[in-house]
């Protein structure tokens, strides 16, 4: 297997990988065999007609496309060990001539982590500094737990956040944007169905149209994903970590059994800890305010 590697602007990565004739055939064959294996012919019984009954009858589209769904995945992740990258999402897979007998050539594009410099949050959080820790009401008491200390806390965190992102520098991929983009509006197509609406009825309804929708989902997605990995390098570098007690008791807080055993899934207990450890992270950046 031939693999070129091309690096491309903001950390993205292009490998054009070039797999052998002879690696494709036996990839054919293979599927042709399991094909026939699986066939219901009339008057043999499942899997025992011959093969030279079968493979005429077979979808050609339907070989090729279980070819290239055996070769490419394998392809792919050899590709990336080799090559010594870390994507951070799924690629972008764009397929060349297929023939059997010749090689196939194909490309996948990804990207990997956005380099990162926080330059100095530390002098810029210390500027936030208030005179006292305690923010006091109209009667003189302490706000803190009412609707007013939430608001007041909610800024905080909000202006802390601002500092951080104004002394941070990251370039996010356009990949890692447009896949956060097309989230967002498939989130979008699943609440408006919910309510009987098409986008594009919802879209007239707001004002607006498909280009500006997208532009400020874009601006949106940018904004988020520069704060979510701004907060993930703060907390390589204060030494912040989350340990599995601590995401064991906010599973154990969930409301029912049901919950916790839905919590304890490999993915959303990655999630919990994703969320813990910005929690923890963004109380860290909050003491250098006070």
Do not use: W
Not at 113 to 128: F, H, S, T
Not at 247 to 266: G, H, Q, R, V
Request: aromatic share 4%; glycine share 6%; net charge negative.
């Amino acid at each position: 297997m031939k693999i070129n590697v091309e690096r491309l602007p903001k950390k993205g990565v292009k490998l054009t990988i070039e797999i052998e004739a002879e690696r494709v055939k036996e990839t054919y064959d293979h599927v042709v065999e399991e094909m026939v294996r699986n066939a219901e012919v009339k008057g043999f019984r499942k899997g025992e007609a011959p093969k030279s009954i079968v493979e005429p009858t077979l979808d050609p589209s339907k070989i090729r496309g279980e070819v290239v769904n055996h070769l490419i995945p394998q392809s792919y992740d050899q590709a990336v060990k080799e090559s010594h990258i870390k994507p951070i999402l799924l690629p972008k897979v764009e397929l060349g001539n297929f023939e059997i007998g010749k090689n196939l050539q194909f490309t996948a594009t990804t990207c990997e982590a956005p380099e990162i410099n926080l330059g100095n949050y530390k002098d810029k959080l210390e500027g936030l500094k208030t005179e006292a820790k305690t923010i006091l009401g109209a009667d003189g008491q302490p706000i803190s737990g009412t609707k007013e200390g939430q608001e007041t806390e909610e800024k905080k965190i909000d202006a802390v956040i601002k500092a951080l992102l104004e002394t941070a520098n990251i370039e996010i991929c356009d990949l890692i944007i447009e896949e956060e983009v097309n989230h967002m509006l498939s989130r979008l197509v699943d609440q408006t169905g919910r309510l009987g609406l098409t986008v594009d009825q919802y879209l007239v309804s707001i004002g607006k149209d498909v280009e500006s929708l997208k532009k400020e989902y874009r601006e949106t997605a940018e904004k988020t994903l520069k704060m979510e990995f701004a907060l993930m390098e703060a907390a390589k570098t204060e030494g912040i970590t989350v340990s599995d007690s601590e995401i064991e008791a906010a599973i154990n807080a969930a409301p029912d059994e049901e919950s916790k055993k839905n919590l304890f899934n490999p993915d959303n207990r990655a999630y919990i800890k994703s969320i813990l450890l910005k929690n923890k992270t963004i109380q860290k950046l909050l003491e250098y305010t006070k």
